[in-house]
């Protein structure tokens, strides 16, 4: 159900500045505490948004270089969005950056997982004395996912996927079966131009099969069929906006098979098919196209270890590019395509990569 309005919640403290100029973070890095989860710093370089897991525990906002660090207070959200009465803990959750960085969106529920009265928020980095519910529904919303315009949010109500266009205006893209259950937003992607939106559903069997909607029509296309219901895959459109990578793994602890990426055109034609052999699949982070689209970075576990894997498309090789075992998230490459943006369990910080 749509909120009627957006709904301005006052979460005390003053509105936070931006920084005067944008860091270049490809030239140094941000640490991070031990108990820091989820952080997405914005595409501008400027912002920190992270969820504190121990003392004032909940969401919060930072400047890149860790200065005026600030709570979104769930208190506030609580008391303004709950019967009278109502004292259910409000959890704040799936921090993400819009594209142009102008807006941090998250959401909410009341009570313990999976919980209630979700919503969908969005508020300027400015000023987060303001923000505002743009969707909301009992059901449990999952995958908030920005549209390369900044204008939009893909969210996930219970098994349908809905498009929501700022500030409060929503549409229904696929009625039923759309499930992101356990990757939430990494199993939906965008294409460049934002016509496009990747997404799976579920079939007879259990098991998921990728579609792709252009969103301003009714056109629904079946890009590939599943019948393995332990396979997961992470979709990611190429920036010419032609080609789509999937890197499909299985969920199960005792699975001997290797993840593998595939590349496909958008008639679901496979182009590329690739075993990463001696890894194993990680559900939880990006797959990232280079710049010119020649190559694809992702991150794959061996053991207890998480590495960062490049595939060339070029003569479809793979080679490993970090050891340390620790990476966390991949961020964005750099516009020469010469650097990653990594997070690793205790800092953001740029990785060097040969072309």
């Not at 403290?13 to 640490?31: E, T, W, Y």
Request: proline share 6%; net charge negative.
């Amino acid at each position: 159900m749509l909120s009627s309005c957006g709904l301005a919640l006052l979460m005390g403290g003053c509105s936070m500045l931006a920084s005067q100029s944008p860091a270049d973070l490809f030239d140094r890095s941000i640490p991070l505490q031990f108990d820091w989860a989820d952080a997405q710093l914005s595409p501008d370089n400027r912002w920190l948004a992270y969820l504190q897991t121990s003392g004032q525990k909940g969401l919060w906002l930072a400047k890149a270089d860790l200065t005026g660090a600030q709570p979104i207070r769930s208190d506030q959200l609580r008391q303004t969005s709950t019967d009278a009465g109502k004292t259910s803990v409000v959890n704040l959750v799936n921090p993400a950056w819009s594209p142009n960085s102008k807006f941090l969106s998250f959401l909410s529920y009341e009570g313990l997982p999976p919980g209630e009265n979700h919503r969908l928020w969005y508020l300027s980095p400015d000023n987060i004395s303001n923000a505002i519910v743009v969707y909301e529904e009992s059901q449990r919303l999952t995958a908030g996912l920005w549209s390369p315009n900044s204008k939009s949010i893909a969210v996930v109500d219970g098994e349908q996927l809905i498009l929501v266009d700022l500030p409060h205006e929503a549409q229904m893209i696929v009625a039923k079966r759309v499930v992101v259950f356990p990757i939430g937003s990494r199993a939906l992607a965008w294409s460049a131009d934002g016509n496009w939106l990747a997404y799976p559903v579920m079939n007879a069997q259990n098991a998921l099969e990728l579609w792709i909607a252009e969103v301003s029509t009714e056109d629904r296309r079946m890009l590939m069929e599943n019948e393995d219901a332990s396979a997961i895959r992470l979709p990611s459109w190429c920036p010419d906006g032609g080609r789509i990578a999937l890197l499909e793994g299985r969920m199960s602890p005792d699975s001997q098979i290797a993840p593998s990426l595939r590349v496909l055109n958008r008639d679901g034609e496979v182009q590329v098919d690739l075993q990463v052999l001696g890894t194993e699949f990680t559900p939880t982070t990006p797959v990232l196209w280079s710049p010119e689209g020649e190559r694809i970075a992702l991150i794959l576990r061996q053991g207890a270890a998480f590495d960062v894997w490049m595939v060339n498309l070029n003569d479809v090789s793979y080679s490993q590019l970090t050891t340390d075992g620790n990476v966390s998230n991949l961020l964005r490459w750099s516009t020469d395509g010469k650097k990653l943006l990594i997070r690793t369990w205790e800092a953001i910080k740029p990785l060097n990569v040969s072309e």
